[in-house]
C-alpha cells in the first residue's frame, strides 16, 4: 500500500481560505510600512553558515537548520571527514531576518542610501522540538531603519504600530521601556553587573507577585539593601511624566540611567504631540531579549484576546558590528503574522468577503448559453469583478452546491428561454433573492 502523503512535523499547509486572511494580514501591513517610505527586501532562504553560527548564543546555534552540500558531495569523503559536518554543510537556512538583514547592510554598503529603511516578510526556520504555537518554520515580520540614532524613528514605530492595528481592527496596549534606565536601575542599587538577573526577576512581576520576585533576588545574589531600594521603583505608578519624574528622583546619579529617561520623555513628548491614535505606557518589568537591544524596547499586547505579544522591537546601537562594520544603530519593529491571525480569527476581524475568491458563477446550461455566459464573464473580468463559468452542463443542483461550497456569493443563470429574451436571472446566494435583468444592467449592477 502507497505510504499516506505528510509534511514535516512543525511546518503547514495554508489552505486558500488561510491565505487570503494572511495575505490580507500581510497587504494591510504592507501598506502602512510604504506610507513610511520603507522599501521591500528579500534575502535568500539559505545563507552560508559562518553568517549565521554565533550569532544567537550557543542554543540558537543548535536551533539552526544545516543544509548538506549539493549533490554526491558525501561520497567523495572518508568517514572521518563525514563526521565533521563542516566539511559537508556549509550552508543553513536563517533562523530570522535581522542578521541576513545585517549581512546585506554590510555587503552591500556602498551601493544604500543611509538612513535606510527596509521591510522584510519571510519565512525563517527553527530546529525546535514543535508544539502548539510554535513551528519549524514560520514567517516574520520586519521593518527596521538603519544608520541614524534620530527618537523620530521610534516615534515613527509608534505611529505605525497605531495604524496598523488600527486598520486590522485589534485595539492593543503598547508598553515601552528603555535599556538605558533598566541600566541605570542596576547601577543605582549597586548592581550594574547583575542587570541582566534583575530585569529577569522585575519580568515576572505581574506573574508571580512582589514578594516572590524579591525573593528571585535574593536567590540571584542581590543584596536586602539593594532590593530596599528597587521597591519603589517596582511600585511606581501614574502617568508617564510622573513614573519618568519619580524615576529621575531614584536614578538621578546614573547618567546612563538620565540619559534613558530623557530619550523616553522626547519620545512619549513627540506621540502626544502628534495625536497618534494610541498611547504607549511606561513599563519598567518590559525587558525583551536584553543582550540585543541598547535604546528603547517595545511590546504590543492585544486587549480583547488571551495571547502573548503581537508585536515587538527596539533599538539596537550596533547591529552590523559582527560582520566587521560597528557604530551602525538602528531600530525594528517584527510583527507577528501567526498571532494576529489567531486574534483576528478568535474575534471574527476578517472581512467576510475574504472567504470566497470568486464573486459571480454562471451556471452552464449547453453550448449556446455557456457561449452567450463566457461572453459576459470577460465583460466581468474586464471590470475586475472576479467571475467564473461552471466548466460543464452538469445538473443544476450540483452546480448550485458548487457555488454554495465555495461560499460564492452571487449565481446567473442563463437557459434557453432567458438567451432568446436577452436576460439573465441573478441570485444572491445568501438572501437567496432572485432578480432578473437585462446583460447590460448585468454587468452594470455586478
Known amino acids: 500500500m502507497a505510504q499516506k502523503p505528510s509534511i514535516p512535523k512543525g511546518t503547514r499547509d495554508f489552505s486558500p481560505e488561510e491565505m487570503m486572511r494572511r495575505t490580507y494580514i500581510f497587504d494591510t501591513i504592507k501598506s502602512v510600512f510604504r506610507l513610511f517610505g520603507y522599501a521591500p527586501l528579500e534575502t535568500p532562504s539559505m545563507e552560508n553558515l559562518s553568517t549565521l553560527l554565533g550569532k544567537y548564543g550557543d542554543e540558537g546555534d543548535k536551533l539552526l537548520f544545516k543544509i548538506l552540500n549539493s549533490g554526491d558531495y558525501g561520497a567523495k569523503l572518508s568517514e572521518e571527514e563525514l563526521r565533521q559536518a563542516s566539511k559537508i554543510s556549509e550552508k543553513g537556512l536563517r533562523y530570522d531576518l535581522t542578521v541576513p538583514f545585517a549581512r546585506?547592510?554590510?555587503?552591500?554598503?556602498?551601493?544604500i542610501v543611509f538612513p535606510f529603511k527596509r521591510y522584510q516578510i519571510q519565512p525563517v526556520w527553527r530546529a525546535d522540538r514543535p508544539q502548539k504555537g510554535r513551528y519549524r518554520e514560520f514567517y516574520q515580520c520586519d521593518v527596521d531603519v538603519i544608520g541614524s540614532k534620530s527618537l523620530l524613528?521610534?516615534?515613527?514605530?509608534?505611529?505605525?504600530?497605531?495604524?496598523?492595528f488600527s486598520k486590522l481592527g485589534i485595539a492593543v496596549t503598547l508598553k515601552m521601556n528603555n535599556r538605558k534606565i533598566l541600566y541605570g536601575i542596576a547601577e543605582s542599587i549597586g548592581h550594574a553587573d547583575k542587570m541582566v538577573d534583575i530585569t529577569v526577576a522585575i519580568d515576572k512581576l505581574d506573574k508571580i507577585g512582589l514578594d516572590n520576585v524579591k525573593a528571585e533576588l535574593r536567590e540571584r545574589g542581590i543584596d536586602d539593601?539593594?532590593?530596599t531600594k528597587l521597591q519603589p521603583i517596582l511600585e511606581l505608578s501614574g502617568t508617564n511624566s510622573e513614573k519618568l519624574s519619580k524615576l529621575g528622583d531614584i536614578i538621578g546619579e546614573s547618567e546612563t540611567g538620565v540619559k534613558g529617561i530623557e530619550e523616553m520623555r522626547t519620545i512619549f513628548d513627540n506621540v502626544a504631540a502628534l495625536g497618534i491614535g494610541i498611547t504607549p505606557e511606561l513599563d519598567l518589568s518590559l525587558a525583551r531579549g536584553l543582550n540585543y537591544y541598547t535604546g528603547a524596547i517595545f511590546e504590543v499586547k492585544a486587549n480583547d484576546f488571551a495571547i502573548g505579544s503581537i508585536s515587538g522591537g527596539g533599538r539596537y546601537d550596533d547591529l552590523t558590528g559582527i560582520f566587521g562594520m560597528p557604530g551602525m544603530s538602528g531600530v525594528g519593529i517584527s510583527f507577528g503574522a501567526d498571532?494576529?491571525?489567531?486574534?483576528?480569527l478568535g474575534l471574527n476581524l476578517f472581512p467576510e468577503e475574504l472567504a470566497c475568491s470568486t464573486k459571480v458563477l454562471f451556471v452552464n446550461l449547453g453550448a449556446a448559453e455557456e457561449q452567450c455566459s463566457m461572453q459576459l464573464v470577460a465583460k466581468l473580468r474586464d471590470r475586475g469583478v472576479?467571475?467564473?463559468i461552471y466548466p460543464e452542463a452538469a445538473k443544476?443542483?450540483?452546480?448550485?452546491e458548487y457555488a454554495n461550497r465555495r461560499g460564492i456569493p452571487y449565481v446567473v443563470i442563463i437557459g434557453s428561454n432567458e438567451l432568446e429574451r436577452g436576460v439573465a436571472t441573478i441570485k444572491d446566494m445568501r438572501s437567496g433573492e432572485q432578480s432578473e435583468m437585462t446583460f447590460e444592467e448585468l454587468v452594470a449592477t455586478l
Open 104 to 111: 546585506y547592510v554590510v555587503q552591500h554598503q556602498n551601493e
Open 153 to 164: 524613528s521610534e516615534v515613527e514605530l509608534v505611529d505605525i504600530v497605531a495604524r496598523v
Open 225 to 227: 539593601e539593594a532590593i
Open 339 to 344: 498571532r494576529i491571525y489567531d486574534v483576528m
Open 386 to 388: 472576479a467571475s467564473e
Open 396 to 400: 443544476m443542483k450540483k452546480q448550485m
